[in-house]
């Protein structure tokens, strides 16, 4: 019979587990990579036996193939006799290398074909004793199957194996599917991948001298649980904040008059969140909108990589291997796609048919607002027409379609003596503060002069227009990808532009992705 120790399958399946496993650490470089096998007396190297030759070329084979620049070999396992076995054994090279301020092991017991009490008792909790600093110790993978106890059923009461899934985005779409699958504990490792440095996507909350500048959604509809229910779980709920004052005006072109209640939002549909944040029956948070995300980073904390792109996606061996910028890659069991419909597009391309292509029929419309910040008696007490901002009527000249009196609408959005507007504006030719102020001025009755700063946020893919049949168009994608190994697409570009809608269906992919893991 054939050995297999140097079988390309064998040695790629392997460097495949290895590659994958490295990616669970924060810093994959600093790992100490210890390839073990079960040690033998010595005395057995007098008749021949080529076992312990062997089990180093199987090593040095798989370190090349996953790109090791510097791995080691032991032996585990030793019988307790009188008679020396083949060394150096795994636990004390462990000690060596912690005391040289190595804290990173991934062990790979190349020479076992399964786990079995041994390995487990060695991994598991012989060698955190003999490295106490070594942290990540029991990150093991059996060498022929991937998996402790291989691909058998799951015994009751039986430690359920990890999976790796990838969430591709770190909007809160990306980060509420990361936070779900945190959720599930240890079975699951978590990889939050995204190509800005900055998460949060669109939701952007800028403090400055007591001022909260939103640079995206203020709020969400308080009749909408999810990122309420999120909040609560990530431990932000008593951060929640009512809206102050409800109503809303419409600009005429020549006065302010009352809107009835959703009126706004009739009179502009989605063209601007500002029409659908005016009425009564929202909430947000005391800090602004980025609480929510700051607290969902927080709470992920090392399973997100900030300025990790991915620039393709192909089937692995088990699961997805990712291209990710820069040249690198990683195998996954799963992933979460949380990223604006283009993107999935792209990456579906070579796996999710004609039905993927169509998600390049949702567009994104540009988004351009302005803050600016005034001394209160700038601005005349009560506003003409009152309520938490006003909306343009379509006949009415001028950039401004919309305006929210920020520091009347949710409490501590400016400091005492200071009053906030946030403007909505369409195509501009110029500075864009500039023009809010010059347009606002006569809508509000301004007065003083300039305003002490304006903060600009133009998003050049804003919110989603969806097209005729949108609904119909994403579930033929979502059933293609059901044959493939587990993938779920989620965000405002499939599901819906609100932010509680993003949290739904970020959730909600992230649990389709679990219950295919079967965790």
Known sequence: MRSWGDHPKFLDLVAERVAQALQRFPSPQAVQVLFTAHSLPERILASGNQYPAELRVSA??????????????AFQSAGATSEPWLGPEAGALMTELAGQGHEAFLIVPIGFVCDHVEVLYDVDIAYPRRAPRAHRVAQRRSAARGRPGGDRPQRR?????????????AGITGLSAAWELARAGGAVDVIVLDAERRPGGMIVSERRDGFVVEGGPDGFLAAEPDIQDLACEIGIGHRLVDQLVPGSSLWTGTRLEPLAEGQAAELLGIQTTAASQL???FRSFASGMAEVVEALVTKLGQRLRRAQGVTGLAPATRGWRLSITGGSSLNVDAVVLAVPAWVTSRLLASVGGDAARSLNDVIYHPSLTVSLAY?????PPGLEGGGAGFVSAVEAKGSVRACTYAWRKYPGRAPDGYA?????????????????????GPILGLRGGAP????????PHGLPRYHRGHAERVARVRKRLARLAPLAIAGAGLDGAGVSACVRSGREAARSVLERLGS
């Open 60 to 73: 040095a084979a798989v370190a090349r193939r996953a790109g090791l620049a510097t791995w080691h070999f």
């Open 157 to 169: 009461g039986e430690a359920r194996v990890a999976v790796t899934v990838a969430v591709v985005g």
């Open 279 to 281: 009425s009564r029956g």
């Open 375 to 379: 001394r209160v008696d700038q601005v």
């Open 420 to 440: 906030l507007l946030r403007a909505f504006l369409g195509p501009v030719d110029g500075d864009p503060g500039a023009i809010a102020h010059a347009e606002l």
């Open 452 to 459: 002490l700063w304006t903060r600009a946020f133009e998003w």
